[in-house]
């Protein structure tokens, strides 16, 4: 009677966790969600470039959480350091190396990137990350790809500064 018991609990989990499975997406269906995270994740680079924070939050979801140097971050602790650091910025380029798609579900894709990242700051300095890594998860919300979760890594070196 145990084993039965045992065994019927396993099943009912199994079933359970197997009708949970997203369905297998077509490569069609990738190519088409990569397009669209692809759109969001260019235009928040740009608008980092741009060094408009609040444009660039708008791509992120309130839940939004951030590891960034050993802590984490929830969006308006977040948004508050890129809003900080943008005002002593008057350059924030990014050039993207590498880019990749995993695929959790059809509405849920983590996406690493490398690149590197140059800022320039008010004062003349100049701080060059490279490689600069993201890793964004984005969910699909409302119709919308938003970043839920992202973590960065990178080394900043200070260069010369400018001269004028």
Known sequence: MRITLVVAALLVALLSTAAQQPSELTQSQKNQIKAEIKAVLDSMFARAERLDADAAFELYAPELVVS???????????????????????????????????????????CPTVGKVELVFKSGDRVLVNPQGYTDVFKKIDGRWLAIYETAFGTPKRLNPITK
């Open 68 to 110: 960034r140097d050993s802590a984490l971050l929830d969006f308006q602790s977040y948004k508050k350091l890129w809003k900080v650091t943008f005002q002593n910025l008057t350059q924030w380029k990014w050039t993207l190396y590498h880019e990749h798609f995993i695929f959790i579900s059809k509405d849920v894709v983590v």
